[in-house]
């Protein structure tokens, strides 16, 4: 894991108000208890109805956890997740993490209106209705021409060698 990534990591969860503060150390070793947490508040921020047991004292829950947050998101938004990366909780564990906090931070800036425009909005002039059936009957054309050279081609080969 590039220490680019982890930066960019921990803007994202700045800018989605996650409420503790991540440093980019955090990840050096593994730390459990830190992604178990930004995975509990992604997962309720994605859905605020789910239900997760919270529990990783043992090995066992740990592993019921990381699965359930995985069966979660994998079900409502269609992100897959590495679980045995989520489970190491250490640097590669950001990758995954990152893939949720993406879509979030996306989703929020769409919600906040900041996108992006085009300068020219798409209007369909009668002009450009014209050309474009000109387009297509043109390509249409071609498309016919082509298909029949290809048929004669075995001819036309045999009539070159």
Request: hydrophobic share 40%.
């Amino acid at each position: 894991m590039s220490f680019r990534d982890l930066r960019n990591f921990t803007e994202v969860m700045r800018t989605l108000g996650y409420p503790r503060l991540i440093s980019v150390e955090n990840f050096r070793t593994p730390n459990f208890e830190l992604v178990a947490d930004i995975l509990y508040w992604l997962v309720h921020r994605w859905d605020p109805r789910a239900i997760l047991n919270d529990d990783i004292e043992t090995e066992t829950a740990r592993v019921r956890f990381i699965r359930a947050v995985a069966e979660t998101l994998a079900k409502h938004s269609q992100i897959k997740l590495n679980c045995k990366k989520l489970y190491s909780a250490d640097g590669y564990a950001v990758k995954e993490l990152y893939k949720i906090a993406k879509v979030l931070a996306k989703a929020q800036v769409l919600k906040e209106g900041k996108v992006e425009e085009d300068d020219e909005p798409l209007v369909a002039l009668p002009s450009h209705i014209a050309t474009v059936r000109e387009f297509g009957n043109d390509l249409s054309e071609c498309g016919i021409r082509l298909y029949d050279l290809l048929k004669d081609e075995p001819e036309s080969k045999e009539a070159r060698d």
